[in-house]
Nanobody, 126 residues
Framework: QVQLVESGGGSVQAGGSLSLSCVGS????????VAWFRQAPRKEREWVGS????????YYADSVKGRFTISYDNAKNTMYLQMNSLKPEDTAMYYC???????????????????WGRGTQVTVTS
């Protein structure tokens, strides 16, 4: 059974940084795809970025490219999202998700991910 738990959210001023963590179990860190999504109030959940383990690739949404960094620690079964130069529009609930099996592409479709954490709130004030 896949389990995912996010942490690290909080409130920060614009221009600041936060680091989120997602501790997981029950998935393959050599085959599956893990991702960060976010959802702002009254908006659709959007893809932030993903790690495709099978193709050993990391992808980012254009809105966060150059500011956010995704990494993974195999020893700790933990995915990280380092967020720098935060903007008020980054305010959202952040979720990690797992797509089991080989996934072709960047992994940006919500429908590919049957497993989700409960999320952690990030608030960026101006």
């Amino acid at each position: 059974q896949v389990q995912l738990v996010e942490s690290g959210g909080g409130s920060v001023q614009a221009g600041g940084s936060l680091s989120l963590s997602c501790v997981g179990s029950g998935y393959s860190a050599s085959r599956d795809c893990v991702a960060w999504f976010r959802q702002a109030p009254r908006k659709e959940r959007e893809w932030v970025g993903s790690i495709n383990f099978y193709f050993d690739s990391i992808y980012y949404a254009d809105s966060v490219k150059g500011r956010f960094t995704i990494s993974y620690d195999n020893a700790k079964n933990t995915m990280y999202l380092q967020m720098n130069s935060l903007k008020p529009e980054d305010t959202a609930m952040y979720y990690c998700a797992v797509a089991p099996g080989v996934l072709y592409g960047q992994g940006l479709r919500r429908s590919d991910y049957p497993h989700w954490g409960r999320g952690t709130q990030v608030t960026v004030t101006s």
